[in-house]
């Protein structure tokens, strides 16, 4: 098993930045998969990034070129850096891993408000 915990959530304007972390209750080295998902209000949850084994990495075509997804392995941490934020990336914001590719585990989310 592993537990996450998100933070870096908040409320930021059209175009801005915000960089959400998520902390591992143990190592990540080996954890095959490790990615950041998210719902809207009256949306399902969605794929935004994933990070395969520290090498391979996907991106919702709607996030492609404004954020990124990294992982640390020395601080068990993953990130998303989010730059360009637009309106439409308001939701909450799901970091989640899966040792083998099977089992997911889920954090408790954090909430990213895009608003002037």
């Known amino acids: 098993q592993v537990q996450l915990v998100e933070s870096g959530g908040g409320l930021v304007q059209p175009g801005g930045s915000l960089r959400l972390s998520c902390a591992a209750s143990?190592?990540?080295?080996?954890?095959?998969?490790m990615g950041w998902h998210r719902q809207a209000p009256g949306k399902q949850r969605e794929l935004v990034a994933d990070?395969?084994?520290?090498?391979?990495?996907h991106y919702a075509d709607s996030v492609k070129g404004r954020f990124t997804i990294s992982r640390d392995n020395a601080k068990n941490t993953v990130y998303l850096q989010m730059n360009s934020l637009k309106p439409e990336d308001t939701a909450v914001y799901y970091c989640?891993?899966?040792?083998?590719?099977?089992?997911?585990?889920w954090g408790q989310g954090t909430q990213v408000t895009v608003s002037s």
């Open positions: 990070n395969l084994n520290g090498v391979i990495m």
């Open positions: 143990r190592s990540i080295a080996s954890i095959y998969a």
């Open positions: 989640n891993a899966s040792p083998y590719g099977t089992t997911y585990y």
